[in-house]
């Protein structure tokens, strides 16, 4: 037995990994800064059949104890005359107990292959044991392999047809088909929709894609340089982007007529270190980046840690800086904001054995959060001003109940109770209640889709039944009670055309819609007209050069707003507005308060979300409480809205939102309908989620009606309950004392048409981190105040979304959580797609590099991790500086080849705890599943920076490309 260090250098970076090895050279531990020790014990043929943590430092994996144990045993099975090959993989979940938890059997046939053509069948077993066959099939004859996937929640199968392997064809277990054609090179040159038809793509004379053409005629055009990389990009209206690059490849500078011009530098490392935004100069639409006329640039610049690569600080334009530190385990240890002078600290603790976060202490009165976690990594409590949280799991590791403790100091008691199917689709979410409050899913047993919510938040039962258009996935109509919601859709594209709304047959409101090439909306016509009470007005906004405004004139008037040095709007139009310290909004009152004047407190909960508002009114020369409302959340969804006193005032019903998911738009257009104890109304939605009617469930009155402009400010509003719903622009919450809409991240003031405080992704959200949904809110929408989102833009990846959705509804990814939140994960960990952030917010969902989950003999895993993961998933510890765990290792391969606009992804995820070996090649864990070839538009901007993998090997194994994601997540 010896002890050595494994040192991995690279971009500068050293970083040694003492590890124990046997005398016949098998790793058997591993040691890193911030963990236990990590154990390796194998079977007498040398595979490793278990790994762990040794949490009890006793030198040995005790399955009852509290040491973190995976363990995958493999064998050989007879059933009939056929034999398999079986794997099985099992964690100990509970602290103590020797009693193993099965997370998923594979079992893959050796023998009775070659009958009718069948060449492989793999058999999967989920947790619950809900069972997924997949079988392949060759046709030597006609060249052709069918691929045949049984899922247990649908009576359709998933069915794709290649020959001479190329895609042919696909139908998804909902029935959709899609058929692919190809020239006489074999490439791709159209797909076409069984509903909206034909998408074509043409190649150049060097095979290079030089335009595509969706199925109504739209065409996108592209060029490239003698390098063959993309140089301009001319959408259907003649708008150009264009792009210029540095000697070593790398976006130096994008400008054009379609976006605005911006220049990246690079450090020798690769990483950016400067963006140079510009907002004067001259040349912008020319075909070179102009020269000497560009004006001067608005600059952000980034600073690394020399020895790792961290993110040390982000500067702005004014030289304000946000500061980072780290832990040896480079797990982020503090962030030290710029306001204040820099004493503004929030310091973040982990647990040494487990690197999972179990403290967040800020420096000002910010409430501190705490964290314990189960054997399994779950999160166990959560204390934050709230009161203490205690989380539940069912035997399949789902959440059962969360029980909120208020009682010493906090702000409510409360027990939610989540359910599930135990038979048929066992695990499958079935719905949950809390007092006075109870909701139920309904699915559809052919295709497994999304069918409907029962609810009795007591004012008696109501359901809400949804319908899908045929050779579609999207919904058709929406039916609650006597309310009927219809859905239109262009017949060449996935737009909407007209949303109406009939209760008991009479006309409630019709919203119809004309696009122009781009998919843009050009018109909305609205049946019944409202009148505007509008009063006309022209305003100036002056922006400086961090894009705040130094100046709003109206009327010849001029406002001066004023901003903290961490961009947070402190004083506007006579308003005073202060911040916590995570950047959110506590407090609004006047500057100078006046007889009758109000001001507003708010409190937020460990996930972020706004659980307190208060009311108070200036009077006699002091502020008194007039009004004080609790909130209870199911994820970001607002369920409950009590009084000060804890009784429930107001419950909310939630059905599929823009997303067509429970929470992937954030809710947007997902608000079903709303009840005071005694009445029930009903929420009307346009499509772009906006609140137009609220009707009277029992007798379609019409309670309360608005109209909206394009960046949401009111034009019209009236009805008995106009004022006293809450609920408007974007489904969002509207606090009618301020004028502001809280998203969940963020205010949003309509009448500026912007953000009150900068984005917390930064440049990911956009490069003007006040700007709403890109300026373009007519067809956008923002889920929590994060991104925004075009359902349009983003269908290739939207049906990606909904197609793993269904597939995945019980996949162990963060264990029990939602179907649309797992698939979330997979696509945000596999090809960095953050749909609408619910990977940070629900149940303190975690991402993290695992550097120290993972063996040093698996090289590639280190070497993507220290490389790549610091830049992204550092990067979203110092913005959220969410919780860690060890769940799940996904990796991936994501190949978009430029010549054909072939998008190729292999979403491969592994279990961490589940079949976790390493094999002689160096892979870790067992794939579950494999995500093969995929529709791309190549006419929309995809840049995942994937360009160069060629192959599965290549992509994994050689160290020039870093573009495989390994990273653990799961809940938190």
């Known amino acids: 037995m010896r002890m050595d260090a494994a040192y991995n250098t690279i971009a500068g970076f050293v970083r040694g990994m003492p590890f124990l090895s046997s005398a016949d050279g098998r790793l058997i531990a591993t040691s890193a800064p911030g963990l236990a020790d990590t154990l390796y014990e194998y079977d007498e043929l040398g595979n490793m059949v278990r790994s762990g943590l040794d949490v009890n430092a006793n030198g040995v994996l005790d399955d009852g104890s509290s040491d973190r144990i995976q363990e995958s045993t493999t064998q050989y099975t007879s059933d009939g005359a056929d034999w398999w090959q079986e794997t099985t993989g099992k964690i100990f979940a ?66 794709t047809v290649t020959t001479n392997g190329l895609l042919q064809s696909r139908q998804s277990k909902t029935g959709v088909t899609t058929t692919f054609s190809y020239d006489g090179l074999g490439r791709r040159t159209g797909a076409t929709d069984s509903r909206t038809g034909t998408t074509v793509t043409h190649y150049n004379s060097l095979g290079q894609v030089d335009y595509v053409e969706d199925a109504a005629g739209s065409r996108t055009t592209f060029t ?58 001259s040349g912008w639409d020319g075909a070179e980046w102009p020269s000497g006329s560009t004006g001067d640039p608005d600059i952000t610049t980034w600073t690394y840690q020399p020895s790792t690569g961290l993110l040390t600080a982000k500067t702005d334009d004014e030289a304000k800086s946000t500061a980072y530190t780290y832990t040896a385990a480079n797990r982020l240890a503090t962030r030290t904001w710029a306001r204040d002078n820099g004493t503004l600290v929030t310091t973040y603790t982990y647990d040494l054995n487990t690197g999972e976060l179990t403290g967040i202490d800020y420096s000002d009165t910010t409430p501190d959060v705490a964290y314990a976690y189960t054997r399994a990594g779950q999160v166990y409590t959560v204390d934050d001003v709230v009161g203490t949280r205690t989380f539940a799991y069912n035997s399949a590791l789902q959440p059962v109940t969360e029980t909120i403790d208020g009682a010493s100091g906090g702000l409510y008691s409360k027990t939610i ?69 219809d859905f239109v859709y262009e017949p060449n594209r996935d737009l ?34 409202l009148p505007d009470t509008l009063v006309e007005a022209t305003t100036t906004y002056t922006p400086d050069n961090l894009n705040q405004y130094d100046a709003i004139e109206t009327g010849g008037v001029t406002d001066n707003p004023v901003y903290d040095d961490d961009g947070n709007l402190t004083h506007q139009q006579g308003m005073v507005y202060a911040w916590n310290g995570e950047n959110r909004l506590i407090s609004v009152e ?40 609790l909130f209870v959340y199911d994820g970001w969804n607002l369920i ?28 947007v257009g997902g608000l079903l309908a709303m ?68 998203y969940g991240y963020r205010y949003y003031e309509p009448e500026m048409g912007r953000w009150m405080s900068r984005d917390p992704l930064g440049e990911e959200g956009g490069y003007n981190l006040y700007g709403f949904v890109g300026n373009d809110a007519v067809n956008d929408y923002d889920p929590y105040g994060l991104r925004s989102i075009n359902s349009y833009k983003e269908e290739f990846m939207s049906m990606l979304l909904l197609d793993m959705k269904r597939k995945y509804y019980n996949t162990y990814i963060g264990p029990g959580f939602s179907d649309s939140l797992k698939s979330r994960a997979i696509l945000f960990c ?49 913005n959220k500086a969410r919780g860690f765990i060890y769940n799940t290792v996904i990796i991936k391969k994501y190949t978009k080849s430029e010549s054909d606009c072939k998008c190729n992804m292999t979403v491969k995820y592994y279990s961490d705890w589940d079949v976790f070996t390493v094999n002689i090649k160096g892979k870790v864990g067992k794939t579950v599943y494999e995500y093969g070839e995929t529709e791309c538009d190549c006419s929309e901007e995809f840049d995942y920076n994937f360009d160069g993998i060629t192959t599965w090997e290549e992509g994994f194994f050689n160290t020039e490309y870093i573009n495989n994601v390994n990273i653990s997540i799961g809940a938190k």
């Open 640 to 667: 409950q809205e009590l009084d000060g006193t804890g009784a429930v005032q107001k419950s909310y019903v939630w059905g599929l939102d823009l997303s067509q998911s429970l929470q992937g738009a954030g809710g």
């Open 496 to 529: 909407k055309t007209q949303v109406r709304h009939t209760f008991g047959g009479a006309d409630i409101a019709q919203y119809d819609y004309t696009y122009t090439a781009l998919g843009q909306r050009k018109t909305m016509d609205l049946t019944p007209d």
């Open 417 to 485: 109770t989540r359910t599930y199917e135990t038979s048929g689709v066992v695990g499958r979410p079935t719905g949950l209640s809390l007092t006075g409050y109870s909701v139920a899913y309904g699915y559809e047993p052919s295709t497994g889709r999304f069918a409907g919510v029962t609810w009795n938040t007591g004012a008696g039962e109501k359901t809400a039944t949804y319908a899908y258009v045929a050779d579609s996935d999207f919904v058709d109509t929406l039916t609650m009670e006597n309310l009927v919601t």
């Open 224 to 281: 490239y340089d003698a390098a063959g990389r993309r140089t301009t990009e001319t959408n259907a209206l003649g708008k150009t982007i264009r792009y210029a690059y540095n000697s070593l490849g790398q976006l130096a500078y994008k400008w054009g007529s379609a976006v605005e011009p911006v220049k990246f530098v690079y450090d020798a490392y690769g990483q950016m270190t400067q963006m140079h935004m510009y907002r004067n100069g």
């Open 830 to 878: 596999a090809a960095g797609i953050d749909f609408d952030d619910t990977i940070w917010g629900f149940a303190k969902m975690g991402v993290k590099a695992v550097v120290n989950a993972i063996s040093s003999t698996t090289k590639p895993f280190v070497e993507y991790t220290l490389k790549k993961a610091r830049g992204i998933l550092q990067k979203q510890t110092a």
């Open 590 to 629: 006047p500057e100078t308060p006046t007889e009758g004047n109000t001001k507003l407190a708010f409190v937020y909960d460990y996930m972020g979300r706004r659980v307190k508002k208060s009311v108070y009114t200036f009077s006699a020369g002091s502020y008194q409480l007039s009004a004080a409302s």
């Open 675 to 742: 009840t005071d104890g005694v009445n029930t109304y009903l929420y009307c939605h346009d499509a772009n989620g906006n609140v137009g009617r609220m009707v009277s469930a029992a007798d379609g009155t019409v309670a309360a009606a608005y109209e909206y402009a394009p960046f949401g400010g009111l034009i019209h509003k009236s009805g008995a309950m106009a004022d006293e719903n809450v609920f408007r622009f974007s489904t969002k919450y509207f606090d009618g004392e301020s004028g502001l809409y809280y």
């Open 94 to 159: 509970v602290t103590g107990s020797s009693t193993p938890t099965t997370t998923g059997i594979q079992k893959t046939r050796l023998t009775g292959l070659g009958t009718n053509g069948l060449v492989n069948e793999t058999v999967s077993t989920d947790i619950n044991g809900n069972q997924t066959t997949a079988r392949t099939v060759i046709d030597p004859a006609t060249k052709t392999v069918t691929q045949t996937v049984d899922y247990p929640d649908a009576s359709f199968n998933e069915i």
